[in-house]
């Protein structure tokens, strides 16, 4: 059986980005902080971490919710995602 060709880090980085932005209407800013090479079974995937800031300006801050999303190194789709709005400690949390 031909071994199949993967698609690049790059491109994969970049479908995650698409499906973070699909996701969330207030987007500000994506930030990707690590892509690798795994696999689930059989099947190439790339997993890819990072934080997509959502809402927020000039005054204040927005919400940092990390993300992780899996894409096929086959053919660039999405088969798995996760994400949560991380904790914004304040100086009183730790009173």
């Not at 994969?12 to 689930?40: C, H, P, T, W, Y």
């Not at 990072?50 to 927005?62: E, F, Q, R, V, Y």
């Amino acid at each position: 059986m031909p071994e199949k060709e993967i698609i690049s880090l790059d491109q994969a980085q970049m479908a995650a980005e698409r499906f973070v932005e699909a996701q969330f209407k207030n987007l500000k800013k994506i930030g990707v902080d690590r892509v690798k090479l795994g696999s689930i079974g059989s099947i190439l995937i790339y997993d890819i971490d990072g934080i997509a800031t959502i809402g927020g300006g000039l005054i204040s801050k927005g919400n940092d919710f990390p993300f992780k999303v899996q894409v096929s190194a086959v053919d660039g789709t999405i088969v798995g995602y996760d994400w949560q709005r991380a904790a914004n400690k304040t100086s009183q949390d730790s009173k």
